[in-house]
């Protein structure tokens, strides 16, 4: 994959092409699954998907005068930042809500794309065009909110803030959480085997303390290099990548302090402790901002840690 900040002009007007062909094949989609119960809706998307493809046919023609006829094929998936979009039959059924929350992120996306290659550009009949899609694309998520503030429920309506929710949980949550399961999780087994292969609280606290300062490097880094945050709205790479790593830092450390206490099974007693506490209180977070069930995220993480914990002790009890 390709960072945002390496295209050229050229790459970036034939992203935007297929961009706006994608996002009006979708709004066409839409219409298509709501016309029988939402009639008047469905024909508000047909005329967003006439409206993409007419962006479409201004850009092709803006390409055509500047770099000829040839449109290099780029995707949103050849690039890095650009978060992966769910095909429509896996949204279905498709109620107005979930089209809303669709067409909010879509357009959201599209005027950051936009915003991010018009700092790129001097030339003045694409800084004219791009400004005239950054408008376009931000008169879009007011239509997509109208139409749920109109039409749906009040129960419905009164419901959080979706837009803010979401971007709280791309850029804090989600990196949070990410490291706290892989802190928490993948330091188990090399903590608990090496406390029950040597039954030294000291050996076994420096063990865990590399395996968690060393996992949070890691994985603070992978996360920073992942997503440069341009496209995605998942916020500055580095403050990101940052959560990612000291949360995955103290998810280890959770159960490797208790090994400074010198009796063996007092401190591996402790660790077990903060071990579920710790698995409980990731179920706790997937079930508030990952929409997850809370039994279901509880017997998915503890069910997996558990597993994990009991491979630790069987290999260093071996």
Known sequence: ?????????????????????EDGRIYAEFAHALHETYPASAQLFTAMAAEEHQHRRRLIDLFRERFGEHIPLIRRQDVRGFPRREPIWMLRPLGLDRVRAQ???????????????????????????LGDLIAAEDQH??????????TLPVSVRE???????????????????????????????????????????????LVGMAASVGAGISMGIAEAM??????????????????????????GLGHTLPYLIPDFWTAT????????????????IRARYMDTPFLRAAFEVVAG???VFAVGILIGSA
């Open 1 to 21: 994959m390709r960072s945002f900040a390496d295209l050229s002009e050229r790459e970036v007007l034939a992203l935007a092409i297929t961009l706006e062909e």
């Open 103 to 129: 067409v909010e992120t879509m357009e959201r996306e599209s005027g950051r794309f936009y915003r991010s290659a018009l700092e790129r550009t001097t030339d003045a009949s694409m800084r004219k065009l």
């Open 141 to 150: 998520v007011t239509i997509a909110h109208d139409l749920t503030e109109t």
């Open 159 to 205: 419901a959080e803030n979706q837009a803010e929710r979401r971007a709280f949980v791309l850029q804090y949550v989600q990196p949070g959480l990410t490291g706290l399961i892989d802190g928490s999780v993948s330091t188990l087994a090399p903590i608990f085997a090496a406390a029950f292969a040597t039954h030294d609280t000291w050996a076994t606290f």
């Open 226 to 251: 992942a997503d440069d945050g341009l496209i995605s709205g998942r916020g500055h790479p580095w403050l990101r990548g940052a959560i990612t790593g000291i949360m995955t830092a103290l998810g």
């Open 269 to 284: 007693s402790i660790a077990a402790i903060i071990v579920l506490a710790e698995l409980w209180a990731i179920a706790g």
């Open 305 to 307: 840690g558990l597993v």
